[in-house]
């Protein structure tokens, strides 16, 4: 498997060595640089060619946010997951919208990490349910407003959308309608192509938008990581 390439980009040294010495246990994730700020990580993000970002948002010069929006216009193959030392709807619905492919509070333990990390390889986001729920809430809107006729998706890919939406794994998709993973795969990449989507997670928010999905159960708060469903897709049976 090709190695995931991975920059770390945070003002704090020891929290960078923390996290650089988690993914040290794995061989398949190798540290291509450090950054600092976030002028520092667009630099980097164009020489190094990460395949994921792991950036604070909260940073000296150039914050999180306005980094992870520049880097998506130079590179929008490259999957930002965004870390806080605190939730704040306003900076998560802010991160979502411009692309971040996952949020994760800083105090995320090592082996919760490098399952997420794992997750956004297969295209799944990496975010624990509670915040996947917060972002289906503040983006639900009446289910009278339902896609029109130039709605560009086929019957099939909306019921990809659907299970997307429902918090399912590409492997539990892929059982469910009786296809392989590769298949569904291929029917994300068109799906987030047509609706001109970045990621999964804003693939989701378009299927509660319009209404294809019905309300999603409350989340306890709960961090055990084998029922984090929401959004999440992730998958820890592997």
């Known amino acids: ?28 994730m190798i540290v291509v640089g450090e950054a600092e700020d976030g002028n520092e990580a667009i630099a980097l993000a164009r020489t190094a060619a990460p395949d994921i ?49 996952g949020y994760l509070l800083k105090n995320v333990r090592a082996g919760d990490l490098l399952q997420m990390l794992d997750a956004v390889r297969r295209g799944e986001p990496a975010m624990p349910g509670r915040l996947a729920a917060r972002i289906l809430q503040e983006f639900r809107q009446p ?30 998709i892929a059982e469910a309608l009786c296809i392989t993973e590769h298949t569904v795969k291929v029917h994300l990449r068109t799906i987030l192509e047509k609706l001109h989507l970045q990621n999964r997670i804003q693939a989701a928010v378009y299927a509660v938008r319009q ?9 306890d708060g709960r961090e055990c990581p084998h029922d984090r469903r929401s959004l999440t897709g992730d998958d820890h049976d592997r």
């Open 53 to 101: 970002i792991l950036m604070d948002i909260s940073m000296p010069n150039c914050e999180g946010l306005e980094a992870l929006r520049a880097i998506k216009r130079e590179r929008p193959q490259t999957q930002v997951i965004m870390l806080t030392v605190a939730e704040d709807n306003a900076s998560l619905f802010e991160a979502i919208r411009s692309g971040a492919a």
């Open 143 to 172: 289910r009278e407003a339902k896609a029109d006729a130039t709605d560009p998706l086929t019957s099939r890919e909306k019921t990809v959308l659907e299970h997307v939406a429902l918090g399912e794994s590409n492997r539990e």
């Open 211 to 219: 209404g294809l999905v019905g309300d999603h159960p409350e989340q």
């Open 1 to 28: 498997m090709k190695p995931l390439r991975i920059l770390l980009v945070d003002d704090h040294p020891l929290y960078r060595k923390g996290v650089r010495d988690a993914l040290a246990s794995r061989p398949e």
